[in-house]
């Protein structure tokens, strides 16, 4: 009996950095795009498409320092026309807090992340973040924090005794967000509901990918799907329901 997550990987060596690259070919082919604003009904533990949260209701956690500087630089261009919550954040002290742990994560106004707007506000709902780099011609990615246009790919590294790495890009799962990832009502990336894009993903997130992998990776990726586009590929899971 076939799984139900079946998946199609391909993998290549790359000698000049001791790493192996595993992409997950059956996602980055698949059609998923991002339905924010057109239907999502967000990760919250029921469904909510009217609050436009999308997948920012628990706010933004960062990786390390230079992605924390990053956005903290950028959140000082936003205007109070391209940001909802701009005066509340200098009130709070920023838009930024730290846990007990020490982690830093945005903060958070009524149950989502700061830097969204709400759909109340005269500029429409949306990232702040988002918002202002589309308006000043600039990518999206370089303003917000890493997690937030890395979804929904998900880049993994291990390192063996001998110090060599394998790097595996693949879509990001439930399972990805801990243990309240299985909490959510829904998930982009195992509901057919996001699979109703034009073009493929790896395609449409070119830029994220490059930003992730390097451009020679993603070259040689591009090169390998080009040089079996007489051949089928495995469908995605959710494409595959729906077919049935």
Known sequence: MEPEDLHEWV????????????????FLLSNWTCIYGRGCPGVLTGPAPELEHGCCSYGAHFVGDEDLEATLGYAERLTETQWQFKKLAAKRGGPTRVTQAGDHLTRLVDGACIFLNRTNFDGGAGCALHRAAVEHDERPLDWKPDVCWQLPLRLSEETDEHGYVTSTLREWKRRDWGDGGQEFHWWCTDAGDAFIGAQAV????????????GEVPYRQLCEHIESRRATQYLPHPMSRRQLQ
């Open 11 to 26: 993998s290549f060596e790359d000698t000049d950095e001791e790493r192996t690259w595993v992409f997950d070919l059956t």
């Open 202 to 213: 790896y395609r449409v997130l070119a830029d994220e990918i490059v930003e992730m992998i």
